[in-house]
C-alpha cells in the first residue's frame, strides 16, 4: 500500500490550496486518516485528524481556516487550507491507518509536499 499526497506550491499569505492524499494497493481497509506537517527546525506536528465514523479534530492554529475531508470511494484524503499565513509553511504529510487483508492495523505515510506561504 503507498500513499500519494500532492497539491502543494507556493501561495501568497492569504491564499488557499488544497493538498490531496490517495492510497493505492490491494485488499486493504483504512481506518483514520490525518494530516501533519514539518517546519524547518521543527518536530512534526498533528494538523488535523479524520477517524473513520468519528468527528475530525484540529490543531488550534489551523482551526477555522483548514478543512479535512475524505473520499472513501477513492481512498482519499483531502486538506483544504484558506487563509494561509507564512507560519504554515512546512512540509505537509499524510496519514493513515491502514490494514492490508489479513495483516494488523499499521501507520503508512505519504512521501510529503511542500507548501510555502510567502509574506
Known amino acids: 500500500v503507498q500513499l500519494q499526497a500532492s497539491g502543494g506550491g507556493e501561495v501568497q499569505a492569504g491564499g488557499s490550496l488544497r493538498l490531496s492524499c490517495a492510497a493505492s494497493?490491494?485488499?486493504?481497509?483504512?481506518?483514520?486518516m490525518s494530516w501533519h506537517r514539518q517546519a524547518p527546525g521543527k518536530q512534526r506536528e498533528l494538523v488535523a485528524h479524520?477517524?473513520?465514523?468519528?468527528?475530525?479534530t484540529y490543531a488550534d492554529s489551523v482551526k477555522g481556516r483548514f478543512a479535512i475531508s475524505r473520499d472513501n470511494a477513492k481512498n482519499t484524503v483531502y486538506l483544504q487550507m484558506n487563509s494561509l499565513k507564512p507560519e504554515d509553511t512546512a512540509v505537509y504529510y499524510c496519514?493513515?491507518?491502514?490494514?492490508?487483508?489479513?495483516?494488523?492495523?499499521?501507520?503508512?505515510w505519504g512521501q510529503g509536499t511542500q507548501v510555502t506561504v510567502s509574506s
Open positions: 496519514q493513515a491507518v491502514i490494514r492490508r487483508f489479513g495483516t494488523q492495523w499499521n501507520d503508512y
Open positions: 479524520s477517524p473513520t465514523g468519528g468527528t475530525t
Open positions: 494497493g490491494s485488499r486493504f481497509s483504512i481506518n483514520a
